[in-house]
């Protein structure tokens, strides 16, 4: 006698047995986050650069970037701006020595980071301000006032 093979739950949500074949070949793989950028110039054991998550938005005299940074310090940040694009690097150090089979999850990031960002109107980089406040970095760009269209007046002969 017999007996028929139970059908798999995908089986009998679609009818199909060859998406159920499909499916066990299906091997999953370590996701790469988004967040890191790995830095192949780097020796030491963390290759991984993190990537600051921001915010930007404008008031009307200014463009304002945001960017939670706790751990970081105010004298480990670099911020320059070249030409339209806007760079902050820095290091997020820990404060304790920690290892690693005694962590249950590790999802905080310690270590150098850098974000770049095209800066979406010409500011005034002589008047930028940079502020650290409560683990918040707050960047106030002064938009360029450039000049309105003048009109011209044609005199004639």
Do not use: H
Not at 41 to 49: C, H, I, L, P, R
Not at 66 to 91: C, P, Y
Not at 134 to 149: A, F, R, Y
């Amino acid at each position: 006698m017999k007996t028929k093979k139970k059908k798999s739950f995908l089986q009998s949500l679609t009818g199909s047995k060859k998406a159920s074949k499909k499916i066990k070949k299906l091997k999953t793989k370590p996701v790469k986050s988004g967040f890191f950028q790995k830095k192949p110039d780097q020796k030491s054991q963390n290759q991984f650069e993190g990537q600051l998550a921001i915010d930007v938005f404008q008031k009307a005299e200014e463009i304002i970037i945001k960017s939670t940074i706790a751990g970081a310090k105010a004298q480990n940040l670099d911020i320059n701006i070249t030409g339209d694009m806007l760079t902050i690097k820095g290091m997020r150090e820990r404060d304790e020595s920690v290892k690693s089979s005694d962590y249950y999850y590790q999802e905080c990031y310690w270590g150098p980071f850098s974000r770049s960002v095209i800066l979406p109107v010409e500011v005034n980089s002589n008047k930028i301000k940079a502020s650290l406040k409560n683990g918040i970095l707050t960047i106030c760009l002064p938009k360029s006032k450039k000049e309105q269209t003048k009109k011209i007046e044609v005199v004639g002969e």
